[in-house]
Every structure is written in C-alpha cells, then in structure tokens.
C-alpha cells in the first residue's frame, strides 16, 4: 500500500540559509500534519492542513511556513536556519472526515542538519 | 485533548507478552486512545486505537477500563523488533493533531 513520502530524506544547510521539505500524503488523505522531532525529543506538533487550508497551528517559528497545494502534497518552508533548527521533521496524513475513525500515518521523516 | 502519563521504561523478554499501561484519566466521552510507537529515527507508526470496547488487531490488543480513565497496550509475543518507544494519545477522532507527551521506552531482551 502506499505509503506517505517525504523529500528530500537528508538535508544539509548551513545558518541562515532556506530549506523547503515536502511531503507528498497517502492517496485520497485530505489532512497533512508536520511534526519537529529533536534529538532526544517527542515529535512536536508544528502545524496541519485540511483540504488545502490550515486547520491548526503548534510551536511553528515565524520563519516556518506551510503550504498544502490542489494535489494535497503540502511543503513546510524554513528560512533564516538556526543551529537549533536540525531535526527530524515528520509529515503524517490521514483522512480526516471519511465516515471512519481517523487514522494518522506518518513518512520516515526528513533529517535536516543545519551546520 | 486529555492529559496521558505513561512508565518511563519498561524491559520485556523476547516471546513474553509486553503490558504498556496509560493513565488518562480525564478523558472526554469523544476522546479516543490510540497508540503509537517509534522505532528509533524512524516515523511514528500507528498501532491501534479503541473508544470503550476492548480492541485487537495483528499487531496487538488494548484494553480500556470501563471508566475509560486507563487502559493497556498489549503486544503478545514481544520481539526484539518491538523495542521502540510507545505512545498513547487521548485524542478527538476527526481532524484532530496528535499530541506526543513522553512515551515509554519497551525494551525488549532476549
């Protein structure tokens, strides 16, 4: 089955360069959630999207954005990078309204080193 | 969404059946539990996830008490794949982001 992809699957940038992940859903999921995972951390909640407008919004930095695009692939734009910002950054989808329990599943994740 | 707390650490040998327990104890009448785990870097897999009744797939089961304030991820014949972290999240079923509090880590020994 297919599964939730994410690119590019390692990033390297130096500081205040920009970085743009992307994150392509299952077919037919209507929902994306980006999540930020630390080293050492639990993934945080950064900001989600349901049928291309944002549904709700968690710790995102102002120099974060995100977008979710007419085919629901969705991108996460990160400028102005920060030592701090080198991360695991996690894209999940789910089908949020379709008459079943919604379930979340998520990419493998794009690891971004910020040097 | 309610609050869960969960052990810290757990170790469980290969083939026994692993126990994880959850408190959640002020969660809502249209709060589900579901459960996740994570093996090490790679992205959150979902495992199951129940409402009242007791639930079972192939990869576990999840008991819920009847007053819904805990219930207990059970993976029958734990293997050392399922040395991960795992997590249990109260959560509105639709539309709603999942929030990871502190998990617990299963070690699993042969």
């Known amino acids: 089955a297919a599964g939730v992809i994410q690119s590019p699957r390692h990033l390297i940038k130096e500081k205040r360069e920009t970085a743009t992940l992307k994150c392509y859903p299952i077919?037919?999921?209507?929902?994306v959630y980006w999540y930020q995972q630390g080293p050492g951390q639990d993934p945080q909640f950064l900001i989600s999207?349901?049928?291309?407008?944002?549904?709700d919004k968690g710790s995102i930095p102002d120099r974060f954005s995100a977008q979710q695009f007419s085919d629901y692939h969705s991108e996460l734009n990160m400028s102005s990078l920060e030592l701090g910002d080198s991360a695991l950054y996690f894209c999940?989808?789910?089908?949020?309204f379709g008459g079943g329990v919604d379930k979340a599943f998520f990419g493998q994740g794009t690891r971004l080193t910020v040097v | 969404d309610a609050k869960t707390t969960q052990p810290t650490s757990m170790d469980c040998a290969e083939g026994r059946a692993a126990n994880l327990p959850c408190n959640h104890s002020t969660i809502s009448g249209n709060e589900y539990v579901y459960w996740y785990r994570q093996i090490h870097s790679q992205g959150p897999q979902y495992i199951i996830h129940?409402?009242?009744n007791n639930e079972t797939n192939e990869m576990a089961s999840l008991i819920i008490t009847e007053d819904r304030k805990s219930s207990t991820l059970i993976l029958p014949h734990a293997t050392l794949r399922d040395t991960a972290v795992y997590y249990c999240?109260?959560?509105?079923?639709?539309?709603?982001?999942?929030?990871f509090g502190a998990g617990t880590i299963l070690r699993v020994k042969s």
């Open positions: 999240i109260v959560r509105v079923a639709e539309g709603n982001k999942l929030v």
């Open positions: 999940a989808s789910s089908l949020a």
């Open positions: 999207f349901y049928e291309k407008m944002q549904s």
């Open positions: 129940g409402l009242k």
């Open positions: 077919p037919r999921h209507d929902t």
